[in-house]
């Protein structure tokens, strides 16, 4: 019903407690759109006006940026409501109606879009406006802002180059300058009068038209630039970065301009219904008098805290407060508001879900619950997991940083607008700051202020810091979404952006200085300052916090305990050595999915053995140094075991190319000979022998031990010894030995006998019985395809999901950089395929792989141990096609239980019946001392 009448319906209508739209219409109205209806809708003082559907930006886009033949009508019909409504009209001289035109998609893009404000002036219109008000400047500041912002979004005069300046603020300054004021608020009436004809003349000259004075042809040539701002640079880099499809499209809305400058009863704020920064339940915002929208978060002047208002307005501030308590029940979130007071009297701009931090998003997600706003599983659907990251970063250590400031070292204090910690080199441009991050540095983007155009800069940077702008300015804003440490409005910085440097104090800082900043205190400290980690990791990991004092952790521990109640996957770990079980137990991994024996060769004494096997002429020679391998593989798979504490150990054979273990310089191979009693010349020919032209596709995997059976003998040795001595100590083993690489089941059958062959004679010599299993990696296709006659052999199967993408690709992994990221910018593959798997592709074959398994094996324990083990998209999927775990690396364990709990809520029918015994789980306290 709803696309039928959208189809006729372009344009819908709020006003007078009535509004055609509703909350839900996202994708119709655009988020501002959508809550401006709802806002309306419960009541709350919105001036009029109307949504443009999204549905006329697609039209707009297909039909060479023209508009339905209807629109004109309802867009005029529209005015005509708004004006009767107010009382006013559009273009009269005596009485005039201004508006703002404003984008809004379905998702907030913040600041990416161009809003129009006090749009219906002219020559005429304002000398009217000058005599109602009977306030001429006020009259003048609104033209001077419109022509303004007309000219640089609809006429196309915004500086495009990184160190240009916006032709109207040179203007501005040279008037200030000349007048020796230095705010704008300084400007008289007759200076107002003479920016706007100047601005105008800057507009003919730049353009070649003159000033458009007819407020009809205003409004459409807004309308205009605002869809057309859907495919601005910044626009379409914001889109790719927050993955928003292109076809969405953009509303437009026009709403009757209330004023926030008519004078020191007027003013305007924004603010969060909580701390979007640390999540705490007050109400947090920003406000100045005497100005006008855009002033507040474009950081032209610093404004001062919400609380502030509560002294020099109680009545608004406790309207204020009203209304945060109503949005927050009505919406069941935290939510961030514009809102406008003209002569004492209170109007809503805008409302919508708040951006937080990911310690915002979980203490909210967390309270929330606790107030009976929000059950367990929306809390779970509210916390992105990879998020929970930032939870992770290291915060600088408190000792160091003393030391840094009573050393002189502390610069300034800005507004703690990003917490966390970052060092980095200092530049001053976001261009800059994309080249030196290529480059391989950490920068900290300095600027006066940050503007949309910054985008793929800030997302560069390892901090943000900004001179002016308050915590609700565009960089806190996008710092916050992005995750990123920023401080903003440090109020000491003297930037000069032509000479790439910045006075603070006294002490001049240049590009390419060290600095470092804390987003947690908004202290600027000169130099390096060494970190530490981060609350959950001091005491999951170090052990060195108690959980008592720790109030993040306690979040974070609750979040991770819904997440096991919901999910159904099981996550393991990969993880080579006792300490990084360890770590991934406290994260709490249920298992180690890979073990990787090939890094236990690289370690010290281990090298020299595998070495002196792989130059070994004969098998004698090459079981004389396995031999000597054998016990330090043993004392590794004893470590993990006990680690491991009878959960699954899943060890993978010898998998890399042999000459990966061998040294390719000419020193180190002279150096080697020595050692090994061996000539040069045979070093080097080894070496040479080994050479691959692709080793990717070479002598790897169960090709090794299969061409040197005495390989996996003695690897299986070492395991199920090690697994004997320690079920023999009382602890439980469950050793899963995985063969990799298999693409033909008569190699699993080859390698799964000399396996089984060792567990029975160790079990025999021992005499003890070792609950184990053999399996194999499916991460080649023909292996994939074959799956129901490998699991006739297979106990488990396991995805690589590395080299399964790379074969089922054809793509090389390590020589893909060149195309790849050219290949995802053009869309070939939406995402990088080697961090967010391929579900088309490689996720088809492994529907394949697990279909056939389970038709030969149905008991067959299904997971993946790829990289992608740890990507949420890739464990939704894993959960969709019904696997029982995934495997990843040790601190991506909590991010994967919270994404497998998500998958589980989103897909609660998905086929994911336990094909294993499934144990309570008792993640992470478990392991703590
Ligand atoms: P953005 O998406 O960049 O926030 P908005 O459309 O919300 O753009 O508008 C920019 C600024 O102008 C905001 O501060 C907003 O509150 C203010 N504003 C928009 N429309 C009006 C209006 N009709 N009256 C007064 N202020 C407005
Ligand atoms: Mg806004
Ligand atoms: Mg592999």
Redesign the pocket.
């Known amino acids: 019903m709803e696309v039928k009448m959208s189809k006729l319906k372009y344009v819908y209508f709020f006003g007078s407690g009535k509004a055609d739209g509703r909350a839900e219409m996202k994708n119709l109205l655009g988020g ?1 759109g959508a809550n401006l209806a709802e806002m309306t809708n419960i009541g709350l003082p919105v ?1 009029p ?1 109307f949504t443009i559907t999204t549905e006329v930006c697609t039209y707009y886009y297909s039909n060479k940026k023209s508009y339905p033949k209807q629109l004109k009508e309802d867009v005029a019909k529209s005015m005509k409501r708004i004006e009767s409504a107010v009382g006013v009209k559009f273009g009269d001289k005596n009485n005039p109606l201004l ?2 035109v ?3 998609a379905r998702a ?8 129009i ?1 006090n749009l219906g002036i002219n020559d005429a219109v304002v000398e009217g406006l000058a005599k109602k008000t009977n306030n001429p400047r006020f009259a003048y500041d609104a033209y001077r802002r419109f022509v303004q912002m007309y000219g640089d979004v609809v006429l196309g005069l915004k500086p495009v180059h990184k160190d240009e300046i916006d032709p109207f603020e040179v203007i501005i300054e040279a008037k200030k300058k000349e007048k020796g004021v230095h705010q704008d608020t300084e400007l008289t009436t007759e200076d107002l009068k003479d920016l706007v004809a100047k601005f105008k003349v800057a507009i003919k000259e730049k353009t070649g038209h003159n000033f458009p004075e007819d407020p009809m042809e205003q409004l459409w040539g807004a309308i205009g630039a605002v869809f057309g701002s859907w495919n601005n640079d910044r626009a379409i880099a914001y889109r790719k970065m927050y993955d928003i499809p292109e076809s969405w499209g953009t509303a437009v ?1 026009v ?6 400058n008519m004078g020191e009863t007027s003013g ?1 704020g ?1 603010a969060f219904t909580r701390d979007p920064s640390t999540g705490e339940n007050i109400f947090y915002g920003e406000y100045l008098m005497n100005a ?3 002033d ?2 474009a950081g032209v002047r610093t404004p001062i805290p919400i609380s502030g208002l509560a002294q020099e307005n109680p009545k608004i501030y406790n309207q204020l407060e009203k209304i945060r308590k109503t949005l927050e029940k009505h919406y069941r979130d935290m939510n961030d508001i ?3 007071i003209q002569e004492g009297k209170l ?1 809503m ?2 409302c919508r879900v708040g951006k937080r931090t990911a310690f915002a998003a979980i203490k909210i997600a967390v309270d929330m619950v606790d107030e009976k706003l929000i059950t367990e599983k929306e809390a779970l659907s509210r916390i992105e997991p990879d998020q929970l990251n930032q939870l992770l970063r290291p915060v600088f250590d408190l000792k160091e940083k003393d030391a840094a400031t009573k050393g002189g070292r502390l610069l300034a204090k800005g507004l703690n607008a990003g917490p966390g910690a970052a060092t980095g080199r200092v530049v001053f441009n976001a261009p800059d700051a994309e080249e030196w991050f290529k480059r391989g540095e950490h920068v900290i983007l300095t600027r006066i202020e940050t503007s949309p155009e910054d985008i793929r800069g800030m997302d560069a940077s390892a901090g943000i810091l900004t001179a002016r702008g308050g915590m609700t300015s565009h960089a806190a804003l996008v710092a916050r979404q992005m995750g990123k440490v920023c401080v903003a409005g440090c109020a000491a910085l003297e930037i000069d952006y032509p000479t790439h440097t910045m006075n603070v104090g006294g002490k001049v800082i240049k590009e390419g200085d060290w600095i470092s900043i804390d987003g947690t205190t908004g202290q600027v400290i000169e130099g390096k300052v060494p970190t530490k980690p981060s609350e959950v990791l001091q005491v999951l990991i170090d052990k060195t916090l108690d959980p008592k004092d720790a109030p993040i952790y306690q979040q974070f521990e609750k979040i991770m305990k819904w997440a096991d109640k919901y999910r159904t996957l099981e996550i393991h770990t990969n993880a080579d050595q006792p300490d990084q079980a360890v770590n991934a137990v406290a994260f709490g991994a249920e298992g180690i999915g890979l073990c990787r024996t090939e890094h236990m060769f690289f370690g010290e004494g281990k090298i020299e053995p595998m070495r002196e096997m792989i130059l070994a002429d004969t098998l004698e020679a090459r079981k004389t140094a396995l031999a000597k391998l054998l016990p330090l593989q043993r004392i590794d798979f004893e470590g993990l075991f006990e680690a491991m504490d009878g959960k699954a150990v899943t060890i993978r054979t010898l998998d890399p190319p042999l000459h990966e273990f061998l040294p390719h310089e000419e020193k180190a191979q002279r150096e080697l000979a020595e050692q090994m009693g061996i000539t040069f010349e045979k070093v080097h020919q080894r070496v040479e022998d080994l050479h691959e032209f692709n080793p990717m596709l070479g002598f790897r995997g169960c090709r090794l031990g299969i061409i040197y059976p005495e390989i996996t003998e003695m690897q299986s040795r070492a395991i199920f010894e090690a697994a004997a001595n320690v079920q023999m100590k009382g602890v439980k083993v469950h050793p899963e030995v995985m063969i990799p690489l298999v693409g033909n089941i008569k190699e699993l059958e080859n390698q799964a006998k000399i396996v089984r062959q060792a567990a029975g004679e160790v079990m025999k010599e021992k005499g003890v019985r070792l609950n184990y299993k053999v399996g194999t990696m499916i991460e080649i296709p023909r292996g994939a395809l074959t799956a129901d006659e490998v699991a006739r052999v297979a106990e488990f199967f396991s995805f690589g999901t590395n080299d399964l993408t790379q074969t089922t690709l054809g793509v090389s992994r390590d020589d893909a950089a060149r195309f790849l990221r050219p290949y995802t910018e053009m869309e070939i593959y939406a995402k990088d395929p080697f961090e967010v798997l391929d579900r088309d592709g490689v996720g088809q074959l492994m529907k394949i792989a697990k279909e056939k398994g389970r038709s030969t094996r149905p008991e067959l324990t299904i997971g993946i141990c790829g990289e992608h083990g740890g990507d949420p998209s890739s464990v939704e999927f894993c959960h969709m096609i019904g696997l029982n775990y995934v495997s990843c690396s040790p601190f991506r364990v909590p991010i994967a239980r919270l994404a497998a709990a998500r998958a589980a809520l989103t897909y609660p029918a998905a086929p994911a019946k336990k094909a294993a015994k499934k144990p309570a789980r008792k993640p992470a306290k478990k392991s703590r001392k």
């Open positions: 501002k001036p006006g508006v703002s404003r984008s809004g907030s893009m913040p600041g990416m879009m161009d809003t404000l809305s709403v009757a301009m209330v004023f926030g305007t924004v006008q929208g855009e507040v978060v514009e809102f406008t109007y701009l805008q």
